[in-house]
């Protein structure tokens, strides 16, 4: 049987009847977590160095620093864990500006107990599945732009509308121009015969085809011809086209040796219909 993962929340307030409390109540209900609680924000900014935590429930006002001023300093650290402030103050500037400094959740503590703490499990629950799936997208984030950092292909993401959302470092070793060039100049880069052919690929990603694969000529910025393969791929989202991820890559030399096998099997084919026609005589 697969259990649930803990969640480890550090629970802060200066009532310290009202903590303990708490705590028995939340470990009580239920079995997933695991909490430490502190009696001021300096004392939870301590225990954050020493321990991991998922979540954080704070009261609102507490000496020294209060909740709001405790929520503040995380967020301007960067520190992004999920918060609840938990109070007993239901004045609504309050619950305003804890959503605006970047607070999860707000809760009061007044009313039934049973209920207050069901609903701070069940916030407690969908914090914990909201945080997994950001680190889950960062995580592929960061995957994406490692493989297309250090790959020497061009990566190029192209919204529906035709607008470029992102191009990749490779952008001036295969396209001889910068991202910030290629971005104005894209339309004028391709060789002129061979521009129906790429309207073509674009219009193919948009109406059904989920790959395709072209080869076609640019024109450098010293106006040389480069020969490109591009292939491009559809990121499908609730059965839509959302983005056409491209691949791009320079096969000239590729070009240039199948041109020069080609020269030297003509040559070839001319030197044997001579010696056939000798032969003949």
């Known amino acids: 049987m697969v259990q649930n993962p803990t969640i480890n929340v550090l629970l802060v307030d200066d009532d310290l009847a009202f903590l303990q409390t708490s705590k028995s109540i939340l470990l009580e209900m239920e079995s997933t977590l695991v909490i430490e609680t502190v009696s001021c924000v300096d004392e939870a900014l301590v225990k954050m160095t020493q321990t991991h935590f998922d979540a954080i429930i704070s009261d609102y006002e ?27 103050r239901s004045r609504e500037e309050i619950a305003i500006k804890a959503l605006n400094l970047g607070a999860d959740r707000y809760l009061n503590k007044q009313g039934n107990p049973e209920t207050i703490f069901t609903e701070l499990i069940i916030n407690l629950h969908q914090l914990q599945q909201k945080n997994k799936a950001q680190n889950m997208l960062w995580e592929s984030e960061e995957r994406f732009k490692k493989i297309v ?34 971005l104005e100049k894209s339309h004028l880069i391709i060789h002129p015969d061979d521009a129906q052919k790429t309207k073509q690929l674009f219009k193919n990603s948009l109406t059904g085809k989920s790959k395709d694969t072209i080869e076609y000529r640019i024109l450098t910025k010293e106006g040389k011809i480069k020969w490109i393969s591009h292939s491009y791929s559809q990121v ?36 044997t219909e001579s010696i056939d026609s000798g032969l003949a005589i």
């Open 62 to 88: 507490m000496p020294q620093k209060n909740g709001l001023q405790f929520l503040e300093q995380l967020r301007n650290q960067d520190n992004q864990i999920p918060f609840i402030l938990f109070t007993g």
């Open 149 to 182: 950092t250090n790959i020497k292909d061009f990566v190029m993401v192209k919204q529906k509308n035709g607008k470029i959302s992102y191009l990749s470092p490779s952008c001036k070793s295969v396209m001889s121009y910068e991202p910030e060039e290629f």
């Open 236 to 271: 499908i989202e609730d059965g839509e086209i959302k983005e056409i991820v491209s691949v791009i890559r320079d096969i000239t030399q590729i070009k240039e040796v199948e041109e020069e096998i080609e020269q030297k099997y003509e040559t070839l084919e001319k030197v």
